[in-house]
Nanobody, 119 residues
Framework: QVQLVESGGGLVQAGGSLRLSCAATGRTRYAMAWFRQAPGKQREFVATISSTGGSVSYADSVKGRFTISRDNAKNTVYLQMNSLRPEDTAVYFC??????????????WGQGTQVTVSS
């Protein structure tokens, strides 16, 4: 069993930055990912990182602006978000699973953290 707790969300102006964290407990050597869901929209993939951190993948919409990383000693995954845009406003979810994938087929999910970008 894995528990995931996100933090770091908040309100920021367009062009600003935020860093999200996802602390994992239990078995933690999983691929980890970030997804987001805006009001009235489906949950969408943002970024993923393999269990060792050696492979990463990003959605085209965040490529060059967001960076996913992990510290396995701290059982934590991060999402550094720069040059934020109003369209990045969403609830951001952390996920963990066996397979390194861009689809939402992860076994474990956090409760989410709100990110709001004002124009």
């Amino acid at each position: 069993q894995v528990q995931l707790v996100e933090s770091g969300g908040g309100l920021v102006q367009a062009g600003g930055s935020l860093r999200l964290s996802c602390a994992a407990t239990g078995r933690t050597r999983y691929a980890m990912a970030w997804f987001r869901q805006a009001p009235g929209k489906q949950r969408e993939f943002v970024a993923t990182i393999s269990s060792t951190g050696g492979s990463v993948s990003y959605a085209d919409s965040v490529k060059g602006r967001f960076t996913i990383s992990r510290d396995n000693a701290k059982n934590t995954v991060y999402l550094q978000m720069n040059s934020l845009r109003p369209e990045d406003t969403a609830v951001y979810f952390c996920a963990a699973g066996v397979v390194f994938t861009t689809t939402p087929g992860y076994a474990y999910w956090g409760q989410g953290t709100q990110v709001t970008v004002s124009s």
